[in-house]
C-alpha cells in the first residue's frame, strides 16, 4: 500500500492518522524502511547474545511493520464510516484493536531486549504452528487430495522443524514448554496473553480504563450474540407509525466518538508511536506532531 494510495482531498481523522503511519512504516518507493541503526531495536539485534536470537529479534521488524499497516488499514477504511454505519465500524475497531494490542506487546518500551526476543520467538513458534496445523485440517477436510499430493510427508517435517526451532531458542536460555494446547505446542516461557486481556491492556494504555470492557462489547456486536446488536441503535430516533414503533439503524455522535473514534485513534497513534520510536526514532517527533495537529482539528 503506498503512502498516496489513501488520500483524499478532505481528510478525516482515521484517515490522516492512517497516512500518518504509512509515511513512517514505508519510504517514498512503498518499500518497507529499514530499522534505524542508531534505533534501540537496532541496538538490541546487535547485543543479541546467539544467532537465533539476533535473527528473530531482527525479524520482529517486519512483523510489527505488517502490523502497523493493519492498523492504517483500518483506520482508512474507518474513515469512510460514521454513526449511521455502527456495525461495520465495531468489526473494524475491534481489528484494529488487535493489530494495536500485538504491536504494543512487542514494542512496549517498558520491556528489555531479551524479553522482546522471546516474545518474537512466541510470535513465530504461533504462526509455525497454525501454518501445520491448516495443512491437517486440509487433509482432514480433502483426505484424496491430501493423499496425492503428499500432504502427511509435509505435516511430519512442519511439526519436526517447529520441534527443532523450539529446542533451538531454548539453548539460548530461554525455557521451553510443551503442551496439547493449539496455538501453544511449544512455548518459550511464560505463554502469551490472551488477546481479550492484550487488547484490553491497550485500550488501558492510551485511553484509560472504561466502565465495560470494550473488547467485549466490540466482540459481542461483531459476533451479534447477545444484546451485542441491541447497542448500536439509536434510541432516540424512534418514529410512530400505524404498524407500530419503528427504530432507527445507527448510533448518536456520543456513542460513536466514545465506542469507536476516541478509543480507535488513541489505541492507533499509542501503540504506533511506540513502535516508531523502536526502530525509527528519528521520525518520532514528526509523526507525533501530525498526531496532535490531527487531535486539535478534531476539536
Not at 22 to 40: F, H, M, N, T, Y
Not at 110 to 135: D, S
Not at 226 to 253: Q, S
Request: proline letters at 3%; aromatic letters at 6%.
Amino acid at each position: 500500500m503506498g503512502v498516496d494510495s489513501v488520500r483524499t482531498s478532505e481528510n478525516g481523522p482515521f484517515l490522516n492518522v492512517a497516512n500518518a503511519i504509512l509515511e513512517v512504516i514505508v519510504d517514498e518507493s512503498s518499500i518497507q524502511r529499514k530499522v534505524e541503526a542508531g534505533s534501540r531495536l537496532a541496538s538490541e539485534i546487535e547485543s543479541s547474545a546467539t544467532d537465533i536470537e539476533q535473527h528473530f529479534i531482527a525479524e520482529l521488524a517486519n512483523h510489527c511493520a505488517m502490523l502497523a499497516v493493519a492498523i492504517a488499514d483500518s483506520c482508512s477504511a474507518l474513515d469512510r464510516l460514521g454513526p449511521e454505519l455502527p456495525f461495520s465500524a465495531v468489526v473494524l475497531v475491534r481489528g484494529l484493536m488487535e493489530s494495536a494490542a500485538d504491536l504494543h506487546w512487542l514494542s512496549d518500551p517498558k520491556i528489555k531486549g531479551r524479553e522482546r526476543t522471546r516474545r518474537a520467538f512466541q510470535i513465530y513458534l504461533r504462526q509455525h504452528e497454525t501454518e501445520v496445523r491448516q495443512l491437517e485440517q486440509f487433509a482432514k477436510r480433502f483426505p484424496d487430495i491430501a493423499k496425492k499430493e503428499h500432504f502427511e510427508k509435509g505435516i511430519t517435517e512442519g511439526w519436526e522443524s517447529l520441534k527443532v526451532t523450539a529446542n533451538e531458542m531454548a539453548k539460548a536460555g530461554h525455557d521451553l514448554r510443551v503442551s496439547k494446547k493449539p496455538g501453544e505446542r511449544y512455548c518459550i516461557g511464560t505463554s502469551k496473553p490472551s488477546i481479550s486481556d492484550l487488547v484490553d491492556g491497550v485500550i488501558i494504555e492510551f485511553h484509560g480504563k472504561t466502565s465495560l470492557n470494550l473488547y467485549s462489547k466490540y466482540s459481542a456486536s461483531a459476533h451479534v450474540e447477545g444484546v451485542g446488536l441491541g447497542a448500536l441503535l439509536n434510541l432516540t430516533d424512534v418514529v410512530e407509525t400505524p404498524e407500530g414503533v419503528r427504530k432507527g439503524y445507527g448510533v448518536d455522535e456520543q456513542t460513536w466518538r466514545g465506542l469507536v473514534e476516541t478509543p480507535g485513534l488513541r489505541v492507533a497513534c499509542g501503540s504506533v508511536a511506540e513502535w516508531i520510536e523502536l526502530a525509527y526514532p528519528s521520525l518520532h517527533r514528526d509523526f507525533m506532531t501530525k498526531i496532535r495537529q490531527t487531535s486539535k482539528e478534531r476539536h
